[in-house]
């Protein structure tokens, strides 16, 4: 874990290079090392903010920010207890599907309407589950496997409560 070799990493990176964030605010939540929020940055993101909850993550993607010549300014980087953003264009997710299906709530209401969802994490008996919970707002998701791993990428729904 932590240099991007992984499966689910791999495939979120895969995502990023088929669809540079260039210009979009961006979450990588469960930012891990920061790999995923460094190739944000580096693909023209315009603000990123890589959170956690586990304190040596944001140890570990501060020093990765470093060696990868990347400043504060372009990423923030914090604990999700210290979370306070607004609704952006991209969030990256790549956590264990538990999580994913009880975060679902937060993490919706963290991506503006039309804005893209990166969910790794998952392994391939997880999918279905994944997909019933985020389809709720989500359309388009499309699944991308690599091993036993699984990539689920969509869009969210516009708000038509009138």
């Known amino acids: 874990f932590g240099t991007g070799t992984h499966p689910t990493t791999a495939l979120c990176l895969e995502w990023l290079d088929q669809n540079p964030p260039k210009g979009l ?3 990588d939540y469960g930012c891990g090392s920061g790999v995923l929020a460094i190739a944000a940055a580096k693909l023209g993101a315009s603000h990123i903010i890589a959170t956690d909850i586990d304190p040596q993550a944001i140890t570990a993607t501060r020093d990765n920010m470093q060696r990868n010549g990347i400043s504060e300014n372009q990423i ?3 604990l999700v207890d210290e979370l306070d953003a607004q609704a952006v264009d991209l969030l990256l997710a790549n956590i264990l599907s538990g999580p994913l299906i009880e975060l679902y709530p937060w993490l919706d209401a963290l991506i503006k309407e039309n804005g893209s969802l990166v ?3 998952i392994l391939k008996d997880q999918k279905q589950s994944i997909i019933k919970t985020y389809s709720e707002t ?8 690599l091993g036993d791993w699984v990539r689920i990428a969509g869009d969210k729904m516009k708000n038509t409560d009138l």
């Open 25 to 27: 605010t961006v979450i």
């Open 119 to 121: 969910l790794s994490g």
């Open 76 to 78: 923030k980087v914090c």
């Open 138 to 145: 989500f359309d388009s998701l499309n699944v991308k496997e």
